[in-house]
Structure formats: C-alpha cells, structure tokens
C-alpha cells in the first residue's frame, strides 16, 4: 500500500489507535483484575508469603521487584533495538514483535499460579506481558515527530490516551460483569443437591458462596486471555497503516547491533547543546519515577491497605475506582491539553506534580472506599494529562532531526530506569516496613525534586507554546 503524508489524518488516527488496542493490558492486567486475581491466590494465607528464586517474599514486594527487573531489561534492549530498527528501516515490525509476545503473555496468565513448581513460569507469563506493552511503546512514541508536524502533537498524543481510555473501560467493563456475576456467562456456580436438601440455611449460603468465588476467579483467568485478544486483533489496523521506517542500510551487523547504544551516547552528547531538552529529561526523569511507581501499585495498595469489608465488596470497589480513574482520565486528558495550550506546558506540568503529591499525602491516610474512590477521582483527573504532556513535551524539545528513534529511545531508557528505581525504592520499604504506606509516602519526595526541577527548564527552545 502507498504510504501517507506526514500529518494526514488517516495516519494520526492510526497511531493512535494503537492506544485503543494496548491499554487494555494497563488497565486490566497492571491495574484492576490481575491484582486482585493475584491477591486472591494467597487469600488463604496469614503472612501472604511466596517462595521463589531461593527467597521467601512478601506478595506485593515480589510483584514489585519482578515489575523493575522488566523495565530494567526494556531499559537495557531498547537502544539495542532502536538502532537496529533505525538501520534497517523496520521499527514497524519490532513494535509487532514486542505486541504479540505482549499478548502472548496475556494470554499465558491464565494459568497463572503460587505453586512452587509453577510460579517461575507464571512470573515469566507475567514478565512477558509486561515487556510486550513496554517496548512496543518505545517504537510507537518515535513514530510521533515522524507522522505529526510540532503544531499537531498535543492534540493527537492526547487523542491516542482518550482512545486508549475508551477501549479499554469497554473490556473492562465486559470483564467486570463477567467476574461479578459469572453465571451470566455459563460458569457453573451451583452447588450439590444434597447440600440444598439436608444442609442448614448457613451451609448452603457458605457453599454458593465459594462456588462463585471459584466461578469468578476462573473469570479472571479468562478475562486475561480477552484481554491477549484484543491487543493483538486492534493493533493490526495501526500495523497496516503505519510506515515501516526510514531504511539506512542492509546486513545487521555487529556494528549495527551496538549502533543503538552509540546513539544514546550521541543523544547524550548532543543534550550538552540543548540545555532545555536536558534539564527537561532530568526533570522528567524524577516525576516520571513517581507516577509510574504510583499507577503500578495503586492497586495493590487499595487491595491490603483499604478496609473493603467482605470479598465481593473489595473486587467490586477495586475495579469500579479503576472505572472512575480511566473515565475521569479521559476528561483529564483533555483538560490538560486545553492548559497546555493556554498556560504552556511546563506551567501545566508542574501544577499536576502539585497535585500527585498532594495525592501521596492523601493515600497515607485513608482507609474507608469512600476514600479511595476521591483518591480514583483525582488519580485519574492528572494522570492521563500527566502522560500524554510529557511525551509530547519532549517531542516540541526536539532538534530538527530525522532520527527521532534514538531520541525517543533514550526518553524511554530515562523513564524506564526511573521505574526501576522508584518501583526498587518502593519494594524495599514495603519488604522491611511491611508497610505500603511508608513507601507512598516517600514519593513525595520526587515530586517536591521534580517541581523544583522544571521550575529551572527554560523555555526558549520549546516549540509552539511553552
């Protein structure tokens, strides 16, 4: 097929409808049922303990530390890929690549399990999803200066996080009803006649009961495999438009293999240069650490430190807070466009720190849903603004350059090595403390540094509105 104009319509609304197709796995595997599918599996134990890799862990420590150790290898293998893709004009297929092992590992999470001869391959379905959504997006956001001119890049970056908000409440809530009312969709939730003849009122309320927790948790474990589904059927119109890339040579060599890495070094170099763009980077490097940390774990932290009350209770409220802050996110998405449009972007950048650290000294306190539910509120009124800003903030810092996969490699490298710190900083405290509110706390810290940091970003070299 011939390939589109930079800037067409059809091509913007193919990116970004990328968003559409990945951020199911975000809001159903990192953020809501997995969680809780995982909470469930040690719903029987005191300490929620787990044995692997020759340690004993703390359920959520382990999750944790397995989540750094992903963005540290996508940390380690995007320059490598980038440049390889830069090379040989291909960064089309590596997206495809990173995509289809992403929902591969969706899909393998269904049978995900503690056992002990089964837990190293249920991390590695684990690690497999997570790496697929992660570097896929390192070539997906450097297709943005490429298929969208400077004045263009707000709007459709804020486009793609609506779509992916809109995509993936749509699943989310086919899955929610799937989960909290499973006989719907044929899961077996009866129980022995015997039991409905002979037992007592209490035994047969106790008895369906647990039939619909097994029933909603083999929900769960298929709503993973809708989940691998849809990821890979949507992405294939982003795949059918999107050019390949821009080809440099033939053979990959050893060279070519390395070339990603020199790049970042050159990246580096010429960062020396562009004062605006570093103090950007490092600014975003610090606040990036934090929310990151924060929208992986928020979960989790609902899960063991809310007092939800019964099962039910807690699946339903984890998941519906998880609805408020992808639908509140959409409008906070759009929001923050039309600020940065007014304000500028830095301006808009550092009054949403504002309001994340306001949020960490919230979460430190509240114990009721109802308060979770505000936190939901005003979690998803910053952070899809929050995201969609930052990229394409850096994207307006940009030199006039042709090779934007290098510098979107080296934005995704900074980011990732961000997360592991924040997600390393945020285990420990939780292993030693036992504590996830010492560690929620203690991201405060990054976004009192980041403010500070973007206060001394100058604006001069900021194209189209500071």
């Known amino acids: 097929m011939s390939e589109y104009k930079k800037g067409s319509q059809k091509l913007l609304n193919a990116w970004a409808f990328y968003d559409w197709a990945n951020s199911v796995y975000t809001l159903t595997i990192a953020s809501s049922i997995f969680p809780i599918f995982y909470s469930a599996l040690f719903a029987s134990q005191l300490e929620k303990t787990v044995t692997a890799f020759g340690m004993v862990f703390k359920s959520t420590a382990l999750i944790?530390?397995?989540?750094?150790?992903?963005f540290l290898m996508v940390a380690m293998l995007s320059p490598i890929l980038s440049g390889i893709a830069d090379y040989v004009g291909n960064k089309k297929n590596f997206m495809k690549f990173f995509c289809y092992v992403g929902g591969a590992g969706c899909i393998g999470l269904y049978w995900f399990s503690i056992e002990?001869?089964?837990?190293?391959?249920?991390?590695?379905?684990?690690?497999?999803?997570?790496?697929?959504?992660?570097?896929?997006?390192?070539?997906?956001?450097?297709?943005l200066p490429d298929i969208a001119y400077p004045g263009q890049q707000d709007r459709v970056s804020a486009k793609g996080f609506s779509l992916g908000y809109a995509g993936s409440v749509i699943l989310l809530i086919f899955n929610l009803a799937m989960v909290m009312y499973p006989n719907w969709f044929g899961f077996d939730i009866s129980i022995s006649n015997t039991l409905l003849e002979y037992g007592t009122e209490a035994e047969i309320s106790e008895a369906l009961k647990t039939a619909k927790n097994k029933a909603s948790f083999e929900a769960m474990k298929i709503s993973f495999i809708t989940v691998g589904i849809w990821w890979i059927l949507f992405s294939q119109y982003t795949f059918y438009v999107l050019p390949n890339?821009?080809?440099?040579?033939?053979?990959?060599?050893?060279?070519?293999?390395?070339?990603?890495?020199?790049?970042?070094?050159?990246?580096?170099r010429q960062l020396k240069q562009n004062l605006s763009l570093k103090r950007y980077l490092v600014a975003f490097f610090v606040f990036s650490m934090a929310v990151q940390t924060i929208m992986l774990v928020a979960v989790y932290f609902g899960e063991e430190e809310i007092a939800w009350g019964d099962s039910d209770a807690k699946t339903f409220g984890l998941i519906v807070s998880i609805l408020v802050i992808q639908v509140v996110a959409i409008l906070g998405a759009i929001l923050t466009s039309r600020a940065s449009s007014k304000f500028g972007n830095i301006k808009t950048l550092i009054v949403i720190n504002f309001f994340w650290m306001g949020l960490c000294f919230y979460a430190?306190?509240?114990?009721?849903?109802?308060?979770?539910?505000?936190a939901a509120g005003f979690v998803g009124?910053?952070?899809?603004?929050?995201?969609?800003?930052?990229?394409?903030?850096?994207?307006k810092f940009l030199p006039e350059t042709e090779d934007t996969t290098s510098y979107f490699s080296f934005y995704d490298v900074a980011e990732k090595i961000g997360i592991v710190i924040g997600m390393g900083i945020f285990a420990t405290i939780d292993q030693v403390t036992g504590s996830m509110r010492n560690a929620i706390l203690f991201l405060v810290i990054f976004f009192i540094v980041g403010i500070i940091l973007l206060f001394r970003v100058p604006k001069s070299q900021l194209k189209n509105n500071a």
């Open 364 to 374: 430190y306190f509240m114990e009721t849903p109802m308060q979770f539910y505000i």
């Open 381 to 395: 009124l910053v952070m899809g603004g929050v995201q969609a800003l930052a990229r394409s903030t850096y994207s």
């Open 64 to 70: 944790t530390y397995v989540t750094a150790f992903t």
């Open 245 to 268: 890339g821009v080809k440099k040579g033939g053979k990959v060599t050893k060279d070519v293999v390395f070339n990603g890495l020199r790049e970042l070094r050159e990246v580096w």
């Open 116 to 143: 002990p001869h089964r837990i190293h391959l249920s991390l590695l379905f684990y690690f497999m999803g997570l790496i697929g959504y992660w570097g896929s997006l390192v070539f997906y956001n450097s297709y």
